[in-house]
Every structure is written in C-alpha cells, then in structure tokens.
C-alpha cells in the first residue's frame, strides 16, 4: 500500500521518495513546486510595500503567481544540476528520476506557504506595508506584530531544514549513493550558483560604473 506523501514524509522521507518514483510522475513534482511557490511569492511580499497603490487582493494575486512562475522554473533547474552534479560525485541518476524524486521535498515548503498565506490574511495592509530601514528596532524589519514575524520566521527555518534533508536524500536515492554526498550535491551547486552571480556582479558593474 502506497504511503500518502504529505503524511509520511515526516516519519519516512526515504521511503515517500521511493514511493513517489514508483508511483508518481513530474507533474506530481510541478504541482508541489507551484503550491510551494506561492510562500516564495508572499515572503518576499512581506514588508515590501510592492503595489500599495493597487487592491489588496491583486497584489496578493500577482505576487503569488510570480513566486509559483519562478518556482516552477525552479524545479526544472535544480533537477538538472542535481543531476549534472551528482555524476560528477560518482552518481548514475537522470534527470527524468531526479525531476520527481524531489517532489516531496516541496511539502514543507507548502506548509511554509500556508502559514504565510494565514498571516496575510490576517494583517493585510500590514503585511505588505514598506518597512522603514532607519527605524530603530524590529520596526525596521517589519510592520508585522513582532509574534506574527517570529513565529513565520520559526516555521521557514524548522520547514526549510527538513526540505533541505528531504532534497539530500533524494539526491542520493536517484544516484545512488549516500545523503550525505547529496547533500555534498547541494553544496557544490550553492557553490557554482554563487560563483556565477558574483561573476555576473562583477561584470555589470565594471560594464556600468567603470
């Protein structure tokens, strides 16, 4: 009997992964992403002040729409680094595996998602509300009570880690090899992300300011 995934991903990340790549295609992996994205959408929505001109709802509307866009593309491009880069580790995966196996690493993003779409909700106005960086204190991080900002940023750090330990043994799973080189995987391609946008930094503003 196959294991629901948003349950068993908690206890038995490896075998929902297993589960997942039996019995589940990409599409699974895109529709995780696309709801996880939409916590991506309304994080960088918070305190940004993006759209105070316009309804409430559309700016709700427009940024979670952006953050599913770009997560979606996310997955495509994280599958295949994972995969490019897993080889270099010694891995025999491929790109159509990896693609679904870190499906499930997308539901404590979710969760992330949910608890973000709550507190807009909640404070509205306030959520979106432009912080004011030379405020002294907690004012010049955000405009949400203090508890609200806490308690979300909590839920990203707790749920963050554990998609990162999700992603790691997946890696691993699709390679064939240990989560501890998957997540050697990741930290590779942080690395090589980082090193190209400080590349592409770099030459912008040699291109612009010199």
């Given at each position: 009997?196959?294991?629901?995934?948003?349950?068993?991903?908690?206890?038995?990340?490896?075998?929902?992964i297993r589960d997942v790549l039996e019995n589940k295609?990409?599409?699974?992996?895109?529709?995780?992403?696309?709801?996880?994205?939409?916590?991506?959408?309304?994080?960088?929505?918070?305190?940004?002040?993006?759209?105070?001109?316009?309804?409430?709802?559309?700016?709700?509307?427009?940024?979670?729409?952006?953050?599913?866009?770009?997560?979606?593309?996310?997955?495509?491009?994280?599958?295949?680094?994972?995969?490019?880069?897993?080889?270099?580790?010694?891995?025999?995966?491929?790109?159509?595996?990896?693609?679904?196996?870190?499906?499930?690493?997308?539901?404590?993003?979710?969760?992330?998602?949910?608890?973000?779409?709550?507190?807009?909700?909640?404070?509205?106005?306030q959520f979106v509300q432009a912080t004011d960086p030379?405020?002294?204190?907690?004012?010049?991080?955000?405009?949400?009570?203090?508890?609200?900002?806490?308690?979300?940023?909590?839920?990203?750090?707790?749920?963050?880690?554990?998609?990162?330990?999700?992603?790691?043994?997946?890696?691993?799973?699709?390679?064939?090899?240990?989560?501890?080189?998957?997540l050697g995987v990741i930290l590779t391609v942080a690395?090589?992300?980082?090193?190209?946008?400080?590349?592409?930094?770099?030459?912008?503003?040699?291109?612009?300011?010199?």
């Amino acid at each position: 009997m196959t294991n629901n995934p948003f349950l068993s991903v908690w206890t038995q990340p490896k075998q929902t992964i297993r589960d997942v790549l039996e019995n589940k295609g990409s599409g699974f992996t895109i529709a995780m992403a696309g709801l996880a994205g939409i916590g991506g959408g309304l994080i960088n929505l918070e305190g940004s002040g993006f759209g105070e001109s316009l309804p409430l709802f559309m700016v709700f509307l427009v940024a979670a729409l952006i953050g599913v866009i770009i997560s979606i593309i996310g997955v495509y491009i994280s599958a295949g680094l994972y995969t490019m880069v897993g080889k270099w580790f010694g891995g025999t995966g491929n790109f159509r595996r990896m693609m679904i196996a870190i499906g499930p690493s997308y539901i404590p993003q979710i969760v992330t998602a949910a608890a973000y779409l709550l507190v807009a909700i909640m404070y509205a106005e306030q959520f979106v509300q432009a912080t004011d960086p030379t405020a002294l204190g907690m004012e010049g991080i955000t405009a949400l009570p203090i508890g609200a900002y806490l308690i979300t940023l909590f839920i990203s750090a707790v749920f963050g880690i554990w998609g990162v330990v999700i992603v790691c043994k997946a890696i691993g799973i699709v390679h064939g090899f240990s989560s501890w080189k998957g997540l050697g995987v990741i930290l590779t391609v942080a690395a090589l992300v980082f090193a190209l946008v400080l590349v592409i930094g770099i030459i912008i503003v040699f291109t612009v300011f010199i």
